[in-house]
């Protein structure tokens, strides 16, 4: 594989830019090699700098449900780009995405738009400290919900990448309010409620774990957290940035019958564009300033391109059930997948919701952080790159989530299938 202008660019990247990426996992640190520069995007494929072409797994980190260029997103950022680009008031479009967003989202009644899941998460979380007078959260192991100081403790994603337990510049006093938990495990948040009686603002959980690679929900694991919040006047706050828009319209909790107080949104609500959100109940919402005294501001936020963009993506998911139709596609190919890996005794758990999918290279089940932790991250590296010299774009981590898309057709996954199954069985024998 020629990668002679990635290589180029990304040196002279490291000039300029911290670690030459501006979000740490891009930078290939877990798998090793050069990260390949994109040059264009084109339905559910990318090009890179030097014209190689990817059918494209990491869709922009889930916003790409509908692929690159998806041509009613296009159309949709053309039509509001006539008009201008900011204008730090209110506009027609930022009310037209919220109704959608409650129409859509069933916990939801009223919803502020931000710029990023981060913000969204943050904002969630202040909502819920500000209106209980409480400072403690509970987050799980594994979970990431963006890079804020609360937060970044056992974060998953980026952080699981580069193998910190937290980041240095989070002051402890805050890291103090942080309590964790492991994924799935419901018992242990239980004891935690009881020992810090009264303590507790917020229980903060991605409703199918993204960031850790995929892990679904035990049964009963969201279903229990709802009652011992609800019971312990905590707020439960979904972290629907990944799962929003994309395991149903009206995401997790639709999928699996439970509502959370709060629900933070991002990634597909953008389109591809900058857009995070957080929703719930109006007596909740109005808290927000400027109806109520909690404070959230933005000077982007609510951006006429990205509310448009967002708004196209919403609409056309909703009219042709996407989904739906997405849900059954990834099924059938992640069974396909799970059938040629037993049949061959393949060490490869595959985890999957929906059109959210990780191959972990280990035996054994892998339920929360702990288990994540511990595949075969160095199998996994061989794994990618085998992949990546096939024209296969997988996330260069083993922490992450393969997202598949819309604009994939049944003949790019089978293409997929072949030189996937190939890379697994090239990565294991070189063991
Ligand atoms: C990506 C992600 C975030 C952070 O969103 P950004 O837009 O990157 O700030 C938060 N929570 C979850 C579950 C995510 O996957």
Redesign the pocket.
């Given at each position: 594989m020629q990668n002679d202008r990635s290589k180029a660019w990304f040196e002279k990247a490291q000039k300029f830019i911290p670690g030459g990426v501006n979000?740490p996992v891009r930078a290939f640190g877990s798998v090793g090699g050069t990260p390949v520069f994109i040059q264009k995007g084109d339905g559910p494929f990318i090009i890179d700098a030097d014209g190689n072409r990817y059918l494209d797994f990491v869709s922009s980190?889930?916003p790409l449900i509908l692929g690159h260029r998806h041509p009613v997103v296009v159309k949709a950022i053309q039509k509001a780009l006539e008009r201008g680009t900011s204008f730090g008031a209110p506009t027609e479009a930022e009310v037209a995405l919220a109704a959608k967003v409650v129409e859509l989202v069933p916990s939801i009644e009223k919803v502020r738009m931000v710029?990023?899941?981060?913000?969204?998460?943050m904002t969630a979380v202040r909502l819920a400290r500000g209106i209980s007078n409480k400072d403690k959260i509970i987050k799980f192991e594994g979970?990431?919900?963006?890079?804020s100081d609360s937060?970044l403790m056992k974060a998953g994603?980026g952080t699981a990448t580069l193998g910190i337990p937290g980041s240095p510049g989070v002051p402890k006093s805050l890291v103090s309010d942080t309590l964790l938990a492991p994924y799935n495990d419901l018992t242990a948040v239980e004891s935690l409620v009881e020992a810090f009686k009264g303590q507790i603002a917020a229980v903060i959980v991605?409703p199918v774990?993204?960031?850790m690679g995929t892990v679904p929900p035990k049964e009963g694991f969201l279903k229990g957290l709802r009652e011992l919040t609800r019971q312990a006047g905590i707020f439960l706050i979904f972290?629907?940035?990944?799962?929003g828009f994309r395991l149903s319209n009206g995401g997790a909790q639709e999928l699996f019958g439970v509502q959370p107080d709060l629900t933070?949104l991002?990634?597909i609500i953008g389109g591809g564009l900058?857009v995070?959100a957080v929703g719930g109940r109006c007596d909740v919402m109005d808290a927000l300033a400027p109806a109520g005294t909690i404070y959230q501001a933005g000077t982007l936020s609510g951006n006429p391109l990205a509310m448009s963009a967002g708004l196209a993506t919403l609409d056309y998911l909703q009219k042709y059930r996407i989904p739906l139709k997405l849900n059954e596609t990834s099924t059938i190919f992640v069974a396909r997948l799970k059938k040629w890996i037993h049949q061959k005794s393949l060490p490869v758990t595959i985890n999957q919701v929906g059109s959210m999918v990780t191959l972990f290279f280990t035996n054994t089940a892998v339920e929360n952080f702990k288990q994540a932790s511990g595949a075969d991250a160095g199998l996994y590296a061989k794994f990618f790159h085998s992949l990546l010299e096939k024209g296969i774009y997988f996330p260069p981590s083993p922490f992450e989530t393969v997202f598949l898309s819309h604009a994939m057709q049944p003949e790019d996954l089978d293409m997929a299938f072949d030189k996937i199954t190939v890379s697994l069985l090239e990565a294991l024998r070189a063991e």
């Open positions: 979000s980190w889930g710029n990023s899941g981060t913000e969204a998460a979970c990431y919900h963006g890079h937060f994603s991605e774990a993204g960031n972290d629907e940035v990944i799962t933070c991002g990634k900058p995070g």
